[in-house]
């Protein structure tokens, strides 16, 4: 089992950037973590995959905007939100891919 804790969120205004992380209790050098956002009213959404390695992949609708990556020694996982735009307001969360534990979320509002 490992606790997960997302932080880095707040209100920027469109075309500004965010940097979430996600700690880890434990070591996840091995593990997949995956981020997700769910917006007011919507269904929670892949956003982003970190492997072990630190190969990613993403959502289209974030593809180029935001940057996966990690830092094993901190047991932390990123994701760097540049050019936010406001349908990117939501709530994110990671998730490790081999226990599933979530963290409780951190909130992104993008609005003026």
């Known amino acids: 089992q490992v606790q997960l804790v997302e932080s880095g969120g707040g209100l920027v205004q469109p075309g500004g950037s965010l940097r979430l992380s996600c700690a880890a209790s434990e070591s996840i050098s091995s593990i997949r973590v995956i981020w997700y956002r769910q917006a007011p009213g919507k269904q929670r959404e892949f956003v982003a995959t970190?492997?072990?390695?630190?190969?990613?992949n993403y959502a289209d609708s974030v593809k180029g905007r935001f940057t996966a990556s990690r830092d094993n020694a901190k047991n932390t996982v990123y994701l760097q939100m540049n050019n936010l735009k406001p349908e990117d307001t939501a709530v994110y969360y990671c998730?490790?891919?081999?226990?599933?534990?979530w963290g409780q979320g951190t909130q992104v509002t993008v609005s003026l």
């Open positions: 970190i492997t072990s390695t630190g190969s990613t």
């Open positions: 998730k490790d891919d081999w226990f599933g534990s």
